[in-house]
């Protein structure tokens, strides 16, 4: 069983202020974006075994009492070992999760957290898997639930969103946009930023503890992860630092982010060695995940990435949908933002970069997408 | 670990005569279906505890050596508590698995058999689920696939079948008319009947060995199921007829099929006491999985049913429509097939014969139904 749970607080990326989890805060007095503070080590001491989902590493999360906890099922995601163009590849099958994508590590922790304090009404803006997730732990607590999506986002996600029972505000423009607005937005109910609410970064990091458990406790030497606004490179980073500083591993994992050409804000300026990353904007991406323009944690995601030794790499549209195909053909159907990832595996293998304990993150089901049938089917011919 | 496999032969329904699962028959040499022959007993000693997925319950299943299974990186499916208008239920989430259906732990075992014996295309009729769940092993497995469809079918399930890179043959007409198409195709691919390879059924039954383990091996009292041809039914009935001839459990849990109104051949024959099962059509239903007009195992339904102490019931479209909103409002998206055994649920629970550990058995995910927006938000307004 877990002892007391070590949960580490907030912190201001600015000013460095503190904060509970239990303060609800989005961003610092002072205006700054807050971020997990260094984690408390773990050790196999931490784990619940009793648990599965993210509730087995308790020890590293807000603290919310069991019976307090907000579930619906989440199963340990499958560890697949593939063989893509001739290297060894671990599918993380992050799409097993309840509502299909990764987001629900963190929407499980964040409207536990929520519910806990006795917030009955959230909202939050998105592209469409974090919407789907909150709105999905909502329904799950009684909650009212409110999210603001782009009116041009797949069909899929915004059926699966209404399907929860959520409230659809459907924003004309970009992404950037739907943030803007459910920012603005007036008086209740609580803006539950999944890009901004560091809690939901902690329940994404159950992510890196998990994969240590696949392993045998063990890291893997690599992982590839798509990088939009960065919470997989972010939530990775910190259960790694804490299951380093527990001595549960040597050494931390190296951390490739990879991103779509039209919009690699990170990699230009991985590229030249700064430590903010500004916007940039060279087109759409069919990889809605990864769409944003300017990842909101820039400076510390080039930091996570460069204490890992690792990389940003970034991959055209052809080699996003030509790793899609591929995906499929290996009984895997994912959505596109997942294929960026196995785009970046590619490039790794083709430098000799990649080792046979190289895990990449497979971050949504197929499902979801639902491309319109022309594109798809040019997608999918050759 | 687990000690030789003792794998049930086929027997046919008419004639009795036995056949090895590597001979890979779909019919009897007399013409008559293929059933599983009764099951060996099973025992916690059976349980391969290093195993997720269908080998765990390998002993029970056609003999394919490890090294050739065909995988996906199936995770044990979710057994989640739930309160529907005041009755409690387990919810057993099937749509966690790889394609989102249940089918998968019947392809799982039938894609590993063919691959072991050496067969490299395989085709299939199917409204969807069973397509998709067969292409996608198919794909693992480096076999061409074949899948005839309705051409009228949800187009997520066709979407997702072409993403496995398989073959579509989309039929004019209806789910019979897709499977006298795939019946008389000539020569090669291997039709790999998911309703008529009683392998399929063998991988189905691992579902009731996994809720034996869900439950610290006891049975549910009750496990309530869609039925279409029964393919749950069946295999659940030989999960429990092998955990009771072996002692695992003392009782068989009470199957509960549950039919759409406009389908219901199997109650009308449960209904009026009779052994067989005549065809019978009412009109459409929004539960593609439940569409079948005479269910093609209808008498080995009934007496699985009849020895369970179960029952046959139906509900309508209203109530099925209604199921699916009130489930998507608890945090879990299905399709409609899922949410026939819900309102099925709601009528035990209305009749006071739901217990606290009745079964509720969601099939498939409702990323997969995409129905058309006018229809949704009629379905989901209210």
Same mark, same amino acid.
């Given at each position: 069983?877990?002892?007391?749970?070590?949960?580490?607080?907030?912190?201001?990326?600015?000013?460095?202020?503190?904060?509970?989890?239990?303060?609800?805060?989005?961003?610092?007095?002072?205006?700054?974006?807050?971020?997990?503070?260094?984690?408390?080590?773990?050790?196999?001491?931490?784990?619940?075994?009793?648990?599965?989902?993210?509730?087995?590493?308790?020890?590293?999360?807000?603290?919310?009492?069991?019976?307090?906890?907000?579930? =619906?099922?989440?199963?340990?995601?499958?560890?697949?070992?593939?063989?893509?163009?001739?290297?060894?590849?671990?599918?993380?099958?992050?799409?097993?999760?309840?509502?299909?994508?990764?987001?629900?590590?963190?929407?499980?922790?964040?409207?536990?957290?929520?519910?806990?304090?006795?917030?009955?009404?959230?909202?939050?803006?998105?592209?469409?898997?974090?919407?789907?997730?909150?709105?999905?732990?909502?329904?799950?607590?009684?909650?009212?639930?409110?999210?603001?999506?782009?009116?041009?986002?797949?069909?899929?996600?915004?059926?699966?969103?209404?399907?929860?029972?959520?409230?659809?505000?459907?924003?004309?423009?970009?992404?950037?946009?739907?943030?803007?607005?459910?920012? /603005?937005?007036?008086?209740?109910?609580?803006?539950?930023?999944?890009?901004?609410?560091?809690?939901?970064?902690?329940?994404?990091?159950?992510?890196?503890?998990?994969?240590?458990?696949?392993?045998?406790?063990?890291?893997?030497?690599?992982?590839?992860?798509?990088?939009?606004?960065?919470?997989?490179?972010?939530? =990775?980073?910190?259960?790694?630092?804490?299951?380093?500083?527990?001595?549960?591993?040597?050494?931390?994992?190296?951390?490739? #982010?990879?991103?779509?050409?039209?919009?690699? /804000?990170?990699?230009?300026?991985?590229?030249?060695?700064?430590?903010?990353?500004?916007?940039?904007?060279?087109?759409?991406?069919?990889?809605?995940?990864?769409?944003?323009?300017?990842?909101?944690?820039?400076?510390?995601?080039?930091?996570?990435?460069?204490?890992?030794?690792?990389?940003?790499?970034?991959?055209?549209?052809?080699?996003?949908?030509? #790793?899609?195909?591929?995906?499929?053909?290996?009984?895997?159907?994912?959505?596109?933002?997942?294929?960026?990832?196995?785009?970046?595996?590619?490039? =790794?293998?083709?430098?000799?970069?990649?080792?046979?304990?190289?895990?990449?993150?497979?971050?949504?089901?197929?499902?979801?997408?639902?491309?319109?049938? #022309?594109?798809?089917?040019?997608?999918?011919?050759?």
């Amino acid at each position: 069983m877990s002892p007391a749970a070590t949960s580490p607080p907030v912190a201001c990326t600015v000013c460095g202020a503190r904060y509970e989890h239990e303060r609800l805060v989005v961003s610092c007095i002072c205006g700054g974006l807050l971020e997990l503070a260094p984690p408390a080590p773990l050790t196999s001491e931490h784990v619940d075994t009793l648990e599965t989902g993210p509730w087995r590493y308790a020890a590293a999360l807000p603290r919310v009492p069991a019976a307090g906890r907000v579930r =619906l099922g989440e199963a340990r995601t499958p560890l697949v070992p593939v063989r893509i163009d001739g290297a060894d590849a671990l599918l993380k099958a992050e799409y097993a999760l309840p509502t299909g994508s990764y987001k629900d590590r963190g929407s499980a922790v964040v409207v536990s957290l929520l519910h806990h304090v006795g917030v009955t009404e959230v909202m939050d803006d998105s592209s469409g898997n974090a919407g789907a997730s909150l709105a999905a732990y909502a329904a799950a607590a009684g909650m009212r639930c409110v999210v603001y999506v782009p009116a041009s986002n797949s069909s899929g996600k915004l059926a699966q969103i209404r399907g929860y029972g959520a409230e659809l505000r459907p924003i004309g423009g970009d992404r950037a946009a739907a943030m803007r607005d459910a920012a /603005a937005a007036d008086g209740a109910p609580f803006y539950a930023s999944h890009n901004r609410m560091p809690a939901f970064i902690a329940g994404v990091s159950t992510l890196g503890f998990e994969l240590w458990e696949d392993l045998g406790h063990a890291a893997p030497a690599v992982v590839v992860v798509p990088a939009g606004h960065g919470s997989l490179v972010l939530a =990775l980073a910190h259960a790694f630092r804490a299951l380093r500083s527990g001595g549960s591993i040597d050494r931390l994992p190296r951390l490739i #982010a990879v991103q779509a050409q039209t919009r690699s /804000a990170l990699s230009a300026a991985w590229s030249s060695g700064r430590d903010e990353v500004t916007a940039l904007d060279h087109g759409p991406t069919i990889a809605e995940g990864v769409a944003a323009v300017r990842p909101l944690y820039g400076g510390q995601l080039l930091r996570a990435i460069r204490e890992s030794h690792g990389d940003v790499l970034t991959v055209t549209e052809h080699e996003i949908a030509a #790793a899609l195909r591929d995906l499929g053909r290996l009984g895997h159907y994912v959505e596109p933002t997942s294929a960026v990832a196995v785009a970046g595996f590619r490039r =790794l293998a083709g430098s000799n970069t990649a080792t046979n304990d190289t895990v990449v993150v497979l971050t949504g089901s197929g499902l979801k997408s639902a491309w319109p049938d #022309a594109e798809m089917g040019e997608m999918f011919s050759g």
